[in-house]
Nanobody, 124 residues
């Protein structure tokens, strides 16, 4: 299973680092991603990273502020969030791609394993 943690309450302009750790599940051969769901809104794509960690892709809303990374030896994926804005407030989920052949999937249906989510609240 996947477990996301590191969320919390931060002021606008602040930073947080989310972690996604796996137990009983191998991450190294799969693309990984972060999604988020704000209150009253649908879950949306945030960022994805290829299994090698070399290639990444970001939603326009977070590009230049968030950085996704991974440590395959630790079976962990990270999301460094800088210059946070109130509109970044959401529950953040990590997910593992459904297949090893997927490189940088951005669609939720292409992810089969999901963490429980961690709340990020950005105050203005």
């Amino acid at each position: 299973q996947l477990q996301a943690f590191g969320g919390g309450l931060v002021q606008a302009g602040g930073s947080l680092r989310l972690s996604c750790a796996a137990s009983g599940l191998t991450l190294s051969n799969y693309a990984m991603a972060w999604f988020r769901q704000a209150p009253g809104k649908e879950r949306e794509f945030v960022s994805t990273i290829a299994r090698s960690g070399i290639s990444t892709y970001y939603a326009n809303a977070v590009k230049g502020r968030f950085t996704i990374s991974r440590d395959n030896a630790r079976n962990t994926v990270y999301l460094q969030m800088n210059s946070l804005k109130p509109e970044d407030t959401a529950v953040y989920y990590c997910a593992r791609a459904a297949s090893t052949t997927l490189v940088l999937p951005t669609t939720q249906r292409l992810y089969h394993y999901w963490g429980q989510g961690t709340q990020v609240t950005v105050s203005s």
